[in-house]
T-cell receptor, first 115, second 114 residues
Framework: DGGITQSPKYLFRKEGQNVTLSCEQNLNHDAMYWYRQDPGQGLRLIYYSQIVNDFQKGDIAEGYSVSREKKESFPLTVTSAQKNPTAFYLC??????????????FGPGTRLTVL | AQSVTQLDSHVSVSEGTPVLLRCNYSSSYSPSLFWYVQHPNKGLQLLLKYTSAATLVKGINGFEAEFKKSETSFHLTKPSAHMSDAAEYFCVVSEEGNTDKLIFGTGTRLQVFP
């Protein structure tokens, strides 16, 4: 089946620890995205990547880092510098470029709780 | 800059009655507009999208939306609500100059009562 997988579904970490969230897609999409979702705030863009080995900061990149070494994978690291990391994290992908109608496909999400 | 405003944070309807979820957008160009649905603790699923073709857009599960440029609106409707429609709904607009970026509204939670 084609789609986007995120793991783990639930993640608990102690304050001050870095943690990496996994996102994999087999849709052959060029673009991938990380969003953070908090209650009542909709989705906010953390980072996105339009092509392998390149990525751009979104609206709330501070305290996060990403890599895009492979087309299929776009892991997100939540660092100890992120002041309020407890949230629901969603990964998405899309066909990139003009005329691609930019529909994004979403993974099931990872709920991160920092204790 | 582009933005979307979802006018209601919560909407409650009875099963079998019509659904109306309101969305207004702000854009200096003709944008792409989307409605996504999210069930609890799940990812988002695309309901429908408008990309400058027909102004009345039909989506999945009986939902539809009408693009009204004069009113800068893209309201989501369904003639008859089903219990399974209870979820959070997001109105989304594409960013001008970077069609890979989407801007999300804050969401409308739909409750359906039996």
């Amino acid at each position: 089946d084609g789609g986007i997988t995120q793991s783990p579904k639930y993640l608990f970490r102690k304050e001050g620890q870095n943690v990496t969230l996994s996102c994999e897609q087999n849709l052959n999409h060029d673009a991938m995205y990380w969003y953070r979702q908090d209650p009542g705030q909709g989705l906010r863009l953390i980072y996105y990547s339009q092509i392998v080995n390149d990525f751009q900061k979104g609206d709330i990149a501070e305290g996060y880092s990403v890599s895009r070494e492979k087309k299929e994978s776009f892991p997100l690291t939540v660092t100890s510098a992120q002041k309020n990391p407890t949230a629901f994290y969603l990964c998405a992908s899309s066909i990139s470029g003009l005329g691609a109608n930019n529909e994004q496909f979403f993974g099931p999400g990872t709920r991160l709780t920092v204790l | 800059a582009q933005s979307v405003t979802q006018l209601d944070s919560h909407v409650s309807v009875s099963e079998g009655t019509p659904v109306l979820l309101r969305c207004n957008y702000s854009s200096s160009y003709s944008p792409s507009l989307f409605w996504y649905v999210q069930h609890p603790n799940k990812g988002l699923q695309l309901l429908l999208k408008y990309t400058s073709a027909a102004t009345l857009v039909k989506g999945i599960n009986g939902f539809e939306a009408e693009f009204k440029k004069s009113e800068t609106s893209f309201h989501l409707t369904k003639p008859s609500a089903h219990m399974s429609d209870a979820a959070e709904y997001f109105c989304v607009v594409s960013e001008e100059g970077n069609t890979d970026k989407l801007i999300f509204g804050t969401g409308t939670r739909l409750q359906v009562f039996p």
